[in-house]
């Protein structure tokens, strides 16, 4: 069921419009993350749903009722903002309280209630503190803690790991979906990260310029990003131009590469003869052979002109006959953990059959 | 301090003579006419030479007399009133002025400073002339057919304390105006999110939050409200007197010297332990941040 959804909705500022006829539908209890670029929107969508904003157009609808013209202040959901806005004024306990007290909950309860949420955030001994006096990732607590106390219908988290160190953010990721699961509310979060994206979401949409690149799981998002922008936004992917030369049975299709070469590719798209299209494949997905003299492997003749060390892989960047240069990262493995390229070694570049992902290159409409 | 400040300047001659230029100005033109104010409030008063051995306390002891009572409580009166007109008026205005665009502001400030650039004397003068029986304000309002016959403006506690907004407000709103500065726009949108009504956000979060500025802004209106003497000659009657007038009877009619230097002595004193409670509370504010939301619930 869905508990959020936005049609077709609108926004301009100063004539400049930042989202244009926008839909989307998040599920009761998921963990939704809207990725994307700075200055795509995504925080525009998150502060219309709070009622910070008013859509210019479109409708939103909390749990099938319409909330658009519904002042923040009465919105059933709550916001941990990216600079986490704790009133320096009061205390940890103030801070979390701050909402149950505006609801008028009785006092007792309240006691209860964000002693409660400052456990679930182990914050429960910094009840007295000022937010002067706590660390960036303390505070972050604090923020989650006062938007969950007042358990809302969702949760809006802006860019809120942004400000913190790697390792804690690594940290603060793991605890928020854990927090997530145990309270079941749903959670709707907004990151340029897409690392963060894929790890804590259990569907991620991808804006550009205003606009729903795709929705999907984050395998799906992957794996089979929709078209060019997503394939490129979300981690590392080569991409290679062809035609489709004839279709063949079982979803696969014969392609003349432009650099030369024709391959069999499947795709769950439907292309026409002569079509343009890209074969998109991630750098772990590409198989490197060292030829031997004499033999000619299948795949594309190149050489190596970087290698990186990074630990559990091997990053190399090889450039083809063509010009055109691919990324490659093959994970060490246990009998040959030295195994390592010299520069401007020559190697075959190629991949399974099937690993493939084929995108038309016209737009595509999203699903 | 002095050795720090030396330590950042680049030059130390340089820096040495320009902290002795500012000392010696400081003390030939401060230090100096408080002490001699001080030493006179402790001598006899005398109508020829104004102030004779031996030392006496009775200049201090006459300022329990009632009569001086009633003048102070008067004065503190007018002061009070006045500061909390500005306050009243000033708050918004600085709230507004933080919120517009930097054109606009700088607009609205520069038409509050402009005034600022004619003596307050003169505009005082300019004030009793509109607040006159027969000035612009009695015409402009019986034009209007709201009255048929003038009000009698001037020389009330009115004419004073309008007198004294008047030439204070831009004091009372500037250090507003940084307070608001200060106040991150996206607390409030936090208090929102959280349930909190426009009432609340204003008690609850701007009002805590821009404390500082109030405090400031009171003690900058208050202190000089009690010592604007002319403000009162001019507008006010036999009985609207400021702690100023006093004083400047003291000197300039009276011819008791003593007992003048030690109404200023009081006055300097009172300036004092405000300032002092000032610095404690803006202290209390930076440490946690805020006052106790207890006290302003």
């Given amino acids: 069921m869905s508990v959020i959804q936005l049609s077709k909705v609108s926004k301009r500022f100063g004539g400049q419009e930042v989202l244009s006829a926008l839909s989307l539908s998040v599920r009761q209890g998921e963990f939704f993350t809207i990725l994307g670029p700075s200055g795509c929107g995504k925080t525009t969508v998150l502060r219309l749903i709070a009622g910070f904003e008013q859509p210019d157009e479109g409708h939103i609808k909390l749990e099938q009722t319409e909330i658009s013209k519904t002042r923040a202040e009465f919105r059933p959901v709550n916001t941990v903002f990216q600079s986490y806005a704790l009133f320096p004024h009061m205390n940890v306990f103030e801070n979390v309280a701050f909402g149950l007290k505006m609801a008028k909950v009785p006092k007792a309860e309240i006691r209860g209630r964000v002693e409660e949420a400052l456990a679930m955030v182990q914050l429960k001994d910094f009840s007295d503190r000022r937010p002067d006096q706590l660390s960036g990732g303390q505070k972050q607590r604090v923020a989650i803690a006062r938007a969950v106390v007042n358990k809302p219908k969702v949760l809006l988290l802006d860019e809120c790991l942004s400000a913190l160190d790697y390792k804690l953010r690594r940290q603060m990721q793991i605890e928020l979906k854990q927090l997530q699961r145990q309270l079941g509310i749903t959670f709707i979060y907004v990151t340029h990260d897409q690392e963060e994206a894929l790890s804590m979401s259990d569907r991620v949409l991808v804006m550009h310029k205003g606009s729903v690149q795709q929705i999907g799981t984050p395998r799906e998002i992957y794996e089979a990003p929709s078209n060019l922008f997503v394939a490129q936004f979300i981690g590392e992917i080569n991409v290679f131009e062809g035609l489709v030369e004839a279709e063949l049975p079982d979803y696969s299709y014969r392609v003349r590469l432009a650099h030369g070469g024709v391959r069999e590719v499947r795709s769950d798209f439907r292309f026409a003869q002569g079509e343009a299209v890209h074969i998109l494949l991630r750098p772990e997905d590409l198989r490197i052979h060292y030829p031997r003299t004499g033999e000619s492997p299948p795949g594309f003749q190149g050489k190596v002109i970087e290698r990186n060390y990074t630990g559990k892989t091997l990053d190399s960047l090889i450039q083809l006959e063509s010009g055109q240069q691919l990324r490659a990262s093959e994970f060490f493995d246990e009998n040959d953990p030295d195994f390592d390229y010299r520069i401007n070694e020559s190697v075959w570049v190629d991949w399974v059959h099937g690993w493939e992902h084929v995108i038309p290159q016209r737009p595509t409409e999203h699903a | ?297």
């Fill in chain 2, 1 to 297: 301090m002095l050795r720090t400040a030396c330590v950042h300047l680049r030059s130390p001659l340089f820096s040495r003579t320009l902290i002795a230029i500012t000392l010696s100005w400081l003390g030939i033109f401060v230090l100096t006419p408080h002490l001699l104010v001080m030493m006179t409030s402790v001598l006899t008063p005398d109508t020829t030479n104004f102030a004779v051995w031996p030392l006496t306390f009775e200049a201090y002891t006459r300022l329990w007399e009632p009569l001086y009572a009633t003048v102070f409580l008067d004065s503190l009166y007018l002061s009070v009133t006045a500061t909390l007109f500005c306050l009243l008026l000033g708050y918004p205005f600085a709230y507004l002025l933080s919120r517009l665009g930097p054109v606009w502001r700088n607009v609205l400030l520069f038409l509050m400073i402009v005034p600022f650039w004619t003596n307050s004397l003169i505009r005082t003068y300019a004030l009793k002339l509109l607040m006159g029986n027969r000035g612009l304000f009695n015409d402009l309002l019986m034009g209007l057919g709201l009255i048929d016959s003038p009000i009698q403006m001037l020389y009330s506690g009115f004419a004073v304390t309008f007198g004294l907004v008047y030439i204070l407000f831009p004091f009372m709103v500037l250090p507003l105006i940084s307070s608001f500065d200060n106040l991150d726009k996206t607390l409030l949108e936090a208090a929102r999110d959280l349930g909190a009504s426009a009432a609340q956000r204003f008690w609850r979060i701007i009002v805590p939050l821009t404390m500082p500025g109030i405090i400031a802004g009171c003690l900058i209106v208050f202190l000089p409200a009690m010592g604007m003497f002319y403000v009162a000659d001019l507008l006010g009657g036999a009985r609207n007197l400021l702690l100023g007038n006093l004083i400047k009877n003291q000197f300039l009619v009276m011819r008791d010297w003593p007992f003048g230097s030690a109404l200023s002595v009081t006055l300097i004193l009172m300036m004092f332990l405000m300032l002092a409670v000032y610095a404690r509370a803006n202290r209390r504010i930076q440490r946690k941040g805020g006052l106790d939301d207890a006290n302003f619930a």
